[in-house]
């Protein structure tokens, strides 16, 4: 009596494993992929060509003067919103905007050099 006894078969169950990892990897290619983009977006827009130190030199220095007749637009610097004190220098860019000294080079030296209240830039 000879029975036939049958395994049974694992083929579907090893082909549906495989396209599964093949799946798995390739969704792991894809992420890495777009991290790796990502990385490499962000150094790129970081690298911002700075303002030449000789233009921002070229700038108008004034002492500043309360009540000066108009000279001045406002009696505090737009960047770090402090007031200016009596005869300290004062920045004063071609589109009459004026600032602080170390401010303006600050803020040209990481924004492309555009003039931060009416974005006029100079290079």
């Known amino acids: 009596m000879s029975s ?3 395994i ?4 579907g169950e ?6 599964a990892l093949a799946v798995l990897g390739l969704a792991l ?14 150094v790129f827009l970081r690298r911002k060509p ?13 002492p500043f003067h309360r009540g000066d007749g108009g ?7 737009t960047i770090c919103l402090d007031e200016y004190e009596e005869g300290a220098d ?18 040209m030296a990481k924004r492309h050099g555009a003039c931060p209240v009416c974005m006029c830039i100079y290079k």
């Open 14 to 19: 090893d082909a549906s494993t495989y396209v």
């Open 50 to 62: 700075k303002t030449a130190i000789s233009t921002i030199q070229g700038f108008r220095r004034v």
């Open 71 to 77: 000279e001045f637009i406002t009696d505090e610097c």
């Open 4 to 6: 036939s006894f049958k």
């Open 29 to 42: 290619l894809v992420s890495l992929a777009i991290y790796i983009f990502y990385i490499w977006l962000r």
């Open 8 to 11: 049974p078969s694992r083929q």
């Open 90 to 107: 004062v920045l004063v860019l071609p589109c009459k905007h004026e600032f602080h000294p170390a401010c303006i080079e600050r803020w």
